[in-house]
């Protein structure tokens, strides 16, 4: 049985319980890498397979790893592949990036207070190409969304995930990889928290929390952070809050957003060792 075929059985609703992002993702790591299908609680049990009910997770979920970072090596050679196509001096002020006639296949930009230079031959973050797929995947897809957009800066309306379209499976990763992280590890801590949040260029903002940061990941992507400290004696725990500016779908797919997210907490940590 192939993903397609699989997908019947599944809801089709890329609710994200079964711990994918979507249903096909889910079907391709059933068919593919032998993941348990009774891992989704609204399957479709009726004409499955035995094999395929149970799986060899065990077994496979290295292969499937491996087969994801492979997709995401290729993906981002690709994406480096269409840079050639592009007239980086007109788009560089549509993106907040920096382009200069003696370098004319270059731009220049900021993601978390680090220095980009991105060209059709690579990616250098602080002097350094990025280790991880994923940043390159991410830098590449904000040149061509932004491409369709416009510079502007935050007009203050912002928005939580929840409200921007078919964004329902990805509510519960930004939770998972930056959210819940930062709240446990500044919990008692806000004052540490504020400090890291200078370091990366950010702007203190007027919500009401604990504390409450714009930070610039991208020139058009902030994200506007909200802390709130725990209270134990009323038996709250620390909560952390991530929104975004309403026209950040101009500038980058959602997938691309939530790996903003998480990239933004996984510097936060970085600072704080």
Known sequence: MNPYQFLRYTPGSNCGECGWPTCLAFAAAVTKAGVPAVRCPHLKREGLPQELLNGSAAADADSLERGEEERQTVLAAHLRGKMQGLD???LA???GAAWLADTPDLLCFAFLNRLVRLSAAGILLDGTEPADPRDQILLYNYIWFGGAGSYRKSDGTWVGMESLPNSISKIRTLAAYCEERLAERFSGRVERLIELCAALGATP???SADAAFVIPALPCVPLLLLFWNAEPEDGFAAKVKV???HHVLDFLDLES?????????????????
């Open 88 to 90: 980086l001096r007109q």
């Open 93 to 95: 002020p549509r993106i």
């Open 257 to 273: 957003l939530v790996f903003t997210a998480e990239r933004m907490a996984d510097r936060l940590l970085e600072l704080d060792r």
């Open 205 to 207: 903002a007027d919500q």
């Open 243 to 245: 929104l975004f500016d």
